[in-house]
T-cell receptor
Framework: KQEVTQIPAALSVPEGENLVLNCSFTDSAIYNLQWFRQDPGKGLTSLLL?????REQTSGRLNASLDKSSGRSTLYIAASQPGDSATYLCAVRNNYGQNFVFGPGTRLSVLP | DAGVIQSPRHEVTEMGQEVTLRCKPISGHNSLFWYRQTMMRGLELLIYFNNNVPIDDSGMPEDRFSAKMPNASFSTLKIQPSEPRDSAVYFCASSLEAVNTEAFFGQGTRLTVV
């Protein structure tokens, strides 16, 4: 059974810092990994999708990497801003079952 | 496209009542997922449809929960009878049939059973 963990559970940084969020998964038999952002009381917004054959994806100040063999992904946020404050979730899509398995999330606070 | 649309956004009901949550996936998407989010358990898959057919319903907690997808543009999740422990945020998501595509989530329905 696929299990996804995220470290740290919470993170508070001053504005302008670069930061890294970590995601680990136990079964490397995945189609892809997707990073989401969730604001309080809101739905999930897709940030980046990395296919199993890819090593990284970039969108603006965000860069996500994937090391499938070691079961790890990182989300790098450059020059953090208060507007980046949210919970960040990673999800893997298994190549059996095909559903998404979510991690518990990292709650990020960027202080002005 | 307006994205995945869920209704209602909020629902408060009394224990024992029937609750129906609704979802309209993004047009052209063939896969639809229902998730439940709680503080204790995070996001849990309830059921997954592909081309309107339930593929994996192993996450449906018990017989009180049922889901249907009568056509490609509509799905319902029904709880009958509802219990206080069903209180959670229920999300619907959709994606293209091909597995290497993004999933897009609705805004969720916050259900409170009193």
């Amino acid at each position: 059974k696929q299990e996804v963990t995220q470290i740290p559970a919470a993170l508070s940084v001053p504005e302008g810092e670069n930061l890294v969020l970590n995601c680990s998964f136990t079964d490397s038999a995945i189609y892809n990994l997707q990073w989401f952002r969730q604001d309080p009381g809101k739905g999930l917004t897709s940030l980046l999708l990395i296919q199993s054959s890819q090593r990284e994806q970039t969108s603006g100040r965000l860069n996500a990497s994937l090391d499938k063999s070691s079961g790890r992904s990182t989300l790098y946020i450059a020059a953090s801003q208060p507007g980046d404050s949210a919970t960040y979730l990673c999800a893997v899509r298994n190549n059996y079952g095909q559903n998404f398995v979510f991690g518990p999330g990292t709650r990020l606070s960027v202080l002005p | 496209d307006a994205g995945v649309i869920q209704s209602p956004r909020h629902e408060v009901t009394e224990m024992g009542q029937e609750v129906t949550l609704r979802c309209k996936p993004i047009s052209g998407h063939n896969s639809l997922f229902w998730y439940r989010q709680t503080m204790m358990r995070g996001l849990e898959l309830l059921i997954y449809f592909n081309n309107n057919v339930p593929i994996d319903d192993s996450g449906m907690p018990e017989d009180r929960f049922s889901a249907k997808m009568p056509n490609a543009s509509f799905s319902t999740l029904k709880i009958q009878p509802s219990e206080p422990r069903d209180s959670a945020v229920y999300f619907c998501a959709s994606s293209l049939e091909a597995v290497n595509t993004e999933a897009f989530f609705g805004q969720g329905t916050r259900l409170t059973v009193v």
